[in-house]
């Protein structure tokens, strides 16, 4: 007996062929199956639902019959899986699979993803998952996170100094801000993980936009200076293509370095809207710092070449900046002041000490993470005394 | 004689470059020259075909039997050299609401009926044969409302069945006449809500295009064609994307005994004349 579905009162255009797929997938082509049904325009519908399928509608049964085509099988012939499984991140990612979800079978043809990172070992970390679940944890509201009422009014020269320590933050969070933003458009999206956190990492810089825009003006209509140098300095990093030596120079040199800088700026904050946004803003840059040393550090294991490449790329930043100012004066000396706390001589000596001392810290912090990536002590020392004088 | 076979097909939807403009890529990467060209409307390609301005027609069924019209008062022949899986035994239905009083095509005499564009097979001439076979002179029996959407396009636009269907259900008209894939379509995008019409009449099965050969082919170049064409495979993922877009799974051979109804149709109405001369009242392509 041939095999037969009843679909009762149900037509083909309101889901009855939902029924006869289900029938047709245990068919072999060129099997039969007897399409039973009350609808009086059944036999009108199957015959334009088979053509349109690419199955053979029997125009001399007695009941409806289909038969059975190929056209399903073929479509998926040859398809593959984009990783076996979920979790499978391998190590080269055809950029055939396009957008498709890691895992998922996908059939062949269509257009290929234009996307220049698609080799695991290029942009991995197997930090990252639990680096982007850190970072959807901690996501934090700015309007409710931050203190805002709480902004005492300051000293005019102490304000001032806020207002320009904020103007050169909001400046380095913007270049943090592009810099993943265009990292992740060029990254197959097989490396979800990285993708996530790179997003994720845009994200945070474009809080950490608002809240330094924000607490500069604060009390003031207008912002403070953007010197040449500085500027110039993070130009570099923008124009930096290779995936890992960006991310080595933003996350592990800059970010790094700047995370001293927060912990500085919360220290010696005047007031508490102040301590908050360096507060939040650190917490965050941590995490970008903690996947641009994991990175690195991953790139460097399977190529221990790859050190010379990450050494030219200090020492080639460091001729480009050389005829630059770095740090603009106006932002030293508000760290200054903002150390010192008041202006008396030995406030100033004070406040002079400890922005020195901030210097040696992030060269310290520099020299670690130089030396945990797999530079010798001798060489993470001199490397990290090439970086920028813009901190970032 | 040219080693390019130049085919013929008609505009009827921006998709058809992308069809076309692909085929031609298949083709040149197995080593055969094909080139195209467009038309806006089918008479002026049949023309061309049987002038031997082009090899290939990729032709609607009104215009393979023009094409043959044409050839016969020409004393040279034209050929069907392919046709996809989708072509072939396709039925056309008139539909009245489901709620209606009409039980027998007898019952429109009298009432408005919907057609689509004046030079449709499937929603115009086809239909209105069937009409005529059940008694009824359309021009004299029914109020026709046709639906002129794309005229010269033999009713490869589908907005004048939409438009057919849309007056039914709207009670312009009583019954509307429509393609059996269209009624299936029009049932699940909702302009005929599923259950809200009942079929009262079917056509037998006809066939749809056809490849077209005109005199001028080459006949060993459009058996090397025919031959490559029906190679092309639904598993080949280069000419998947091609295939659907065209509506077909597989070409098969061009076959030519199924377009009798829409000849007797043609001839009826002398839509053509028997040299292929337009006969149609108020037809402008």
């Not at chain 1, 072999?28 to 639902?49: E, F, K, S």
């Not at chain 1, 060489?379 to 970086?387: C, G, Q, T, Y």
């Not at chain 2, 097979?121 to 026709?144: F, I, N, S, W």
């Not at chain 2, 299936?184 to 009942?198: H, Q, Y």
Request: proline content about 4%; glycine content about 8%.
């Amino acid at each position: 007996m041939l095999p037969a579905i009843d679909l009762e009162d149900l037509s083909l255009d309101a889901g009855g062929h939902l029924l006869i797929d289900r029938a047709l997938a245990g068919l072999a082509p060129g099997d039969r199956l007897v399409v039973r049904g009350r609808h009086p325009a059944l036999g009108v519908h199957l015959a334009a639902w088979c053509r349109t399928e690419g199955h053979l509608f029997d125009t001399a049964a007695e009941t409806p019959t289909v038969i059975r085509g190929r056209a399903d099988l073929d479509r998926w012939r040859g398809a593959q899986r984009a990783g076996r499984t979920a979790d499978d991140v391998v190590a080269h990612a055809d950029r055939r699979w396009g957008l498709a979800a890691r895992g998922a079978l996908v059939e062949p043809g269509g257009p290929a993803l234009a996307v220049d990172w698609v080799d695991r070992d290029l942009v991995w970390a197997d930090l990252a998952p639990r680096l982007y679940a850190q970072a959807t944890a901690n996501q934090w509201d700015p309007a409710t996170a931050v203190g805002w009422a709480a902004g005492v009014s300051l000293p005019d020269s102490v304000e001032d100094a806020v207002v320009q320590v904020m103007t050169y933050l909001v400046e380095n969070e913007q270049a943090a801000l592009m810099i993943p933003a265009r990292l992740l458009s060029r990254l197959h999206p097989h490396f979800r993980e990285v993708m996530q956190l790179l997003a994720a990492q845009a994200a945070d810089e474009a809080r950490h936009v608002e809240i330094f825009t924000r607490r500069a003006l604060l009390h003031r209509d207008t912002l403070g200076l953007s010197g040449a140098g500085g500027r110039a300095s993070l130009q570099t990093l923008l124009e930096e293509p290779d995936f890992t030596l960006a991310s080595f120079l933003l996350s592990v040199l800059g970010e790094g370095s700047f995370l001293d800088l927060l912990h500085f700026l919360h220290r010696h904050a005047p007031d508490r809207v102040t301590a908050d946004v360096t507060r939040l803003a650190a917490r965050d840059e941590a995490r970008h710092v903690a996947f641009g040393v994991a990175h690195t550090a991953h790139v460097v294991r399977t190529d221990r070449a790859f050190l010379h490449r990450l050494r030219t790329a200090v020492e080639r930043r460091h001729a480009v900046l050389a005829d630059t100012a770095g740090l603009n004066k106006q932002v030293f000396d508000a760290l200054v002041v903002l150390a010192a706390g008041s202006w008396t001589p030995a406030a100033i000596s004070r406040g002079w000490q400890e922005v020195l001392r901030l210097q040696q810290a992030m060269d310290e912090g520099r020299r670690r993470r130089l030396e945990y990536i797999g530079f010798p002590p001798d060489e993470a020392a001199a490397l990290s005394a090439l970086h920028t004088r813009n901190f970032m | 004689m040219s080693d390019t076979l130049l085919l013929g097909a008609v505009a009827y939807d921006p998709k058809v470059v992308t069809i076309w403009a692909g085929f031609r890529s298949w083709f040149r990467d197995r080593g055969f020259d094909l080139d195209f060209v467009l038309y806006s409307q089918y008479e002026r390609q049949v023309e061309d075909l049987l002038a031997g301005r082009i090899d290939v027609a990729w032709n609607s069924p009104l215009a393979w039997l023009r094409a043959q019209r044409l050839a016969r008062a020409q004393g040279t022949t034209v050929r069907a050299v392919a046709m996809r899986d989708t072509d072939r035994d396709l039925t056309s239905v008139i539909v009245v609401r489901a709620d209606s009083e009409h039980r027998t095509l007898a019952d429109l005499r009298g009432r408005t009926v919907a057609v689509g564009a004046i030079d449709s097979p499937q929603a115009t001439l086809l239909p209105l044969a069937l009409l005529r076979a059940a008694g009824l002179d359309p021009d004299a029996d029914l109020e026709l409302l046709r639906f002129d959407v794309g005229v010269g396009l033999h009713g490869d636009h589908i907005g004048g069945e939409r438009d057919a269907a849309q007056a039914l259900r709207a009670g312009r008209a009583e019954a509307a006449c429509l393609i059996d894939a269209s009624l299936l379509l029009f049932g699940r995008e909702g302009t005929l809500p599923a259950g809200s019409v009942r079929v009262l009449a079917e056509t037998e099965p006809y066939d749809h295009c056809n490849l077209t050969a005109g005199p001028a082919a080459d006949p060993a170049l459009v058996d090397h064609f025919g031959k490559l064409l029906l190679s092309m495979s639904y598993a080949d993922d280069t000419a998947r994307p091609l295939l659907d877009l065209e509506g077909l799974k597989k070409w098969l051979p061009g076959r030519t005994d199924r377009y009798a109804a829409l000849e007797r149709a043609v001839t009826e109405t002398n839509f053509y004349d028997p040299q292929g001369a337009l006969g149609a009242a108020g037809y402008r392509p």
